[in-house]
């Protein structure tokens, strides 16, 4: 198979939610539909003992919440499919903004009974700004619900995107009784409780004489409201899908593997294959003959017998081969790569080749960092992988003294992941962890403690914001870092940073300051 037809058959997705909307389970069922795995695992569940697939840290598995993205990849009806569960809570939201730069396509969850929530509404914006696809699945219809209508209302208003719904359910919570395929024009009733494995189904068409039998007395209302859908909403088009103007939606019950099938095949036929990426300097085409990709995510410790870290490339063009070498962009060096990893969550194989929109697990020994870029000689550097200024600080300090060295490991490692950033003090060389949200603390030190055996403990600082600075004026910039010496750092990479401990100190910098430039993410 040529390079085209490769990257015609592959399909890269996130799939992103509010907390407990049902995002891990989607992406369990998915993997079941696609043969990937044989018996779902369940997020939360005293009666399912296996764990869901795509949370394979043990803090994940206690919690029943994905503090980290999981990459899933398998083959469904000739279609190469690679799914990237996003942690769902505001805490890990850089993840999940990172990992939106190295998909194609995004399908959103929503509770049925709860509606669009805060967290939803913030990564769909990160979706509207790189003019990402976007599909929604309603979910949890085996609960009571709102009103199918009311809830596609409130996704146009709240996310702010044109929708138009393919499937539709038929009532919901203990009336529930199937939801009708708008796109391949099928009802499929919802017969069966079995949750693990893939239960038989029955279809039929609307104008089947069986139908009454499985939906009465709902027959009428599922007929008012398909008439009511297509004189309301557009006819679907699929070029306004891929543009990130309209949204098709489908309803169903992931935990009960019902409406996950609909999703999966429409998916596969509508969702954009890989592709352009962006650049310093030009436009990277999938198709391009050399390879191209980046790292937008490290995980350290995926095997905690071996201390592996892995570094996650997405590539962007081209064929990526074992044992080939490789530019590194911004160090300069050359580098081959003999055991390169395809996912399965944590379990890993290795790969021989890899295609555009594939994400390929590399062994890192410290060499990497997430943004780098690998060629094949070219000068590029891949645009819009940010890490964004923290807005909770905490000294870190070392509670065990004979354990120094497992500490300052473990904090290195920890950070290059980029779930949180360290600052060393000008003043007094302490360090400093900055995280987005409080829950970002305790997993590091709960990962410290049981991944690398080192004990921390947090004292409390005063900071509001964390800035990066640079300048074209020398002398000024200067007199700025000794004037605010007390409020200096040095981040993990060497550049200087404002710590700045009130808004009104940090207002102040900058109207006395005016040629000093101040950063609120670290990509510039």
Same mark, same amino acid.
């Not at 890993?348 to 060629?375: C, E, M, Q, R, W």
């Not at 509001?464 to 870092?481: H, P, R, V």
């Given at each position: 198979?040529?390079?085209?037809?490769?990257?015609?058959?592959?399909?890269?997705?996130?799939?992103?939610?509010?907390?407990?909307?049902?995002?891990?389970?989607?992406?369990?069922?998915?993997?079941?539909?696609?043969?990937?795995?044989?018996?779902?695992?369940?997020?939360?569940?005293? #009666?399912?003992?296996? @764990?869901? $697939?795509?949370?394979? !840290?043990?803090?994940? =598995?206690? *919690?029943?919440?994905? /503090?980290?993205?999981?990459?899933?990849?398998?083959?469904?009806?000739?279609?190469?499919?690679?799914?990237?569960?996003?942690?769902?809570?505001?805490?890990?939201?850089?993840?999940?903004?990172?990992?939106?730069?190295?998909?194609?396509?995004?399908?959103?969850?929503?509770?049925?009974? #709860?509606?669009?929530? @805060?967290? $939803?509404?913030?990564? !769909?914006?990160?979706? =509207?700004? *790189?003019?990402?696809? /976007?599909?929604?699945?309603?979910?949890?219809?085996?609960?009571?619900?709102?009103?199918?209508?009311?809830?596609?209302?409130?996704?146009?208003?709240?996310?702010?995107?044109?929708?138009?719904?393919?499937?539709?359910?038929?009532?919901?919570?203990?009336?529930?009784?199937?939801?009708?395929?708008?796109?391949?024009?099928?009802?499929?009733?919802? !017969?069966?409780?079995? =949750?693990?494995?893939?239960?038989?189904?029955?279809?039929?068409?609307?104008?089947?004489?069986?139908?009454?039998?499985?939906?009465?007395?709902?027959?009428?209302?599922?007929?008012?409201?398909?008439?009511?859908?297509?004189?309301?909403?557009?006819?679907?088009?699929?070029?306004?899908?891929?543009?990130?103007?309209?949204?098709?939606?489908?309803?169903?019950?992931?935990?009960?593997?019902?409406?996950?099938?609909?999703?999966?095949?429409?998916?596969?036929?509508?969702?954009?294959?890989?592709?352009?990426?962006?650049?310093?300097?030009?436009?990277?085409?999938?198709?391009?003959?050399?390879?191209?990709?980046?790292?937008?995510?490290?995980?350290?410790?995926?095997?905690?017998?071996?201390?592996?870290?892995?570094?996650?490339?997405?590539?962007?063009?081209?064929?990526?081969?074992?044992?080939?070498?490789?530019?590194?962009?911004?160090?300069?060096?050359?580098?081959?790569?003999?055991?390169?990893?395809?996912?399965?969550?944590?379990?890993?194989?290795?790969?021989?080749?890899?295609?555009?929109?594939?994400?390929?697990?590399?062994?890192?020994?410290?060499?990497?960092?997430?943004?780098?870029?690998?060629?094949?000689?070219?000068?590029?550097?891949?645009?819009?992988?940010?890490?964004?200024?923290?807005?909770?600080?905490?000294?870190?300090?070392?509670?065990?003294?004979?354990?120094?060295?497992?500490?300052?490991?473990?904090?290195?490692?920890?950070?290059?992941?980029?779930?949180?950033?360290?600052?060393?003090?000008?003043?007094?060389?302490?360090?400093?962890?900055?995280?987005?949200?409080?829950?970002?603390?305790?997993?590091?030190?709960?990962?410290?403690?049981?991944?690398?055996?080192?004990?921390?403990?947090?004292?409390?600082?005063?900071?509001?914001?964390?800035?990066?600075?640079?300048?074209?004026?020398?002398?000024?910039?200067?007199?700025?870092?000794?004037?605010?010496?007390?409020?200096?750092?040095?981040?993990?990479?060497?550049?200087?940073?404002?710590?700045?401990?009130?808004?009104?100190?940090?207002?102040?910098?900058?109207?006395?300051?005016?040629?000093?430039?101040?950063?609120?993410?670290?990509?510039?």
């Amino acid at each position: 198979m040529g390079l085209n037809e490769e990257i015609r058959r592959r399909r890269t997705f996130a799939i992103i939610s509010h907390p407990d909307a049902g995002k891990t389970t989607l992406t369990e069922k998915l993997l079941l539909f696609g043969g990937a795995i044989h018996v779902a695992g369940a997020v939360k569940s005293n #009666k399912i003992r296996k @764990t869901a $697939t795509s949370d394979f !840290m043990e803090i994940e =598995r206690q *919690r029943g919440i994905s /503090v980290a993205t999981s990459v899933m990849g398998f083959e469904y009806e000739g279609i190469k499919i690679n799914i990237l569960d996003t942690p769902g809570h505001e805490d890990f939201a850089e993840d999940t903004y990172r990992t939106l730069t190295a998909v194609d396509s995004v399908i959103i969850v929503i509770d049925g009974a #709860k509606g669009v929530e @805060t967290q $939803t509404r913030k990564l !769909m914006n990160v979706c =509207r700004m *790189r003019k990402t696809p /976007v599909m929604v699945f309603v979910n949890k219809l085996d609960r009571p619900c709102r009103d199918p209508f009311d809830l596609l209302d409130e996704i146009e208003s709240e996310l702010q995107i044109r929708v138009r719904p393919l499937s539709f359910p038929v009532s919901s919570g203990p009336t529930f009784k199937g939801v009708y395929n708008i796109y391949d024009s099928s009802f499929t009733a919802f !017969m069966s409780n079995d =949750r693990q494995t893939v239960a038989e189904t029955v279809k039929l068409a609307l104008d089947s004489p069986e139908l009454d039998t499985y939906i009465a007395p709902f027959t009428q209302k599922l007929h008012d409201d398909l008439a009511l859908v297509e004189g309301v909403y557009e006819p679907f088009d699929r070029d306004r899908y891929l543009a990130g103007e309209v949204a098709p939606v489908f309803f169903g019950s992931a935990i009960n593997n019902f409406g996950v099938q609909d999703l999966l095949e429409t998916f596969i036929r509508i969702a954009p294959s890989p592709r352009p990426s962006t650049t310093q300097t030009r436009i990277v085409e999938p198709t391009e003959p050399k390879m191209t990709g980046f790292v937008f995510k490290i995980h350290a410790n995926m095997d905690p017998n071996h201390r592996d870290r892995i570094a996650f490339l997405k590539i962007c063009s081209g064929t990526f081969e074992r044992n080939k070498n490789y530019l590194h962009v911004r160090s300069g060096k050359q580098m081959k790569f003999s055991s390169p990893n395809a996912f399965m969550a944590e379990k890993k194989s290795i790969v021989d080749v890899a295609y555009p929109g594939d994400i390929v697990g590399l062994h890192d020994t410290g060499n990497f960092k997430i943004g780098d870029t690998f060629t094949e000689g070219e000068q590029l550097k891949f645009t819009g992988i940010p890490s964004f200024s923290p807005e909770l600080f905490r000294y870190i300090e070392n509670a065990d003294p004979q354990k120094f060295k497992q500490l300052a490991k473990g904090i290195d490692q920890l950070m290059d992941e980029g779930v949180a950033q360290l600052f060393t003090s000008r003043l007094n060389g302490r360090k400093i962890i900055g995280t987005v949200g409080a829950l970002q603390f305790e997993v590091i030190q709960y990962r410290l403690e049981h991944e690398y055996n080192a004990l921390c403990r947090y004292e409390p600082i005063q900071i509001y914001k964390a800035c990066w600075i640079d300048s074209d004026n020398a002398e000024q910039l200067a007199d700025f870092m000794k004037r605010k010496y007390t409020n200096m750092a040095v981040d993990k990479h060497g550049h200087d940073v404002f710590l700045a401990d009130t808004s009104y100190a940090l207002q102040l910098a900058q109207e006395k300051f005016p040629d000093i430039r101040f950063h609120f993410s670290s990509e510039f």
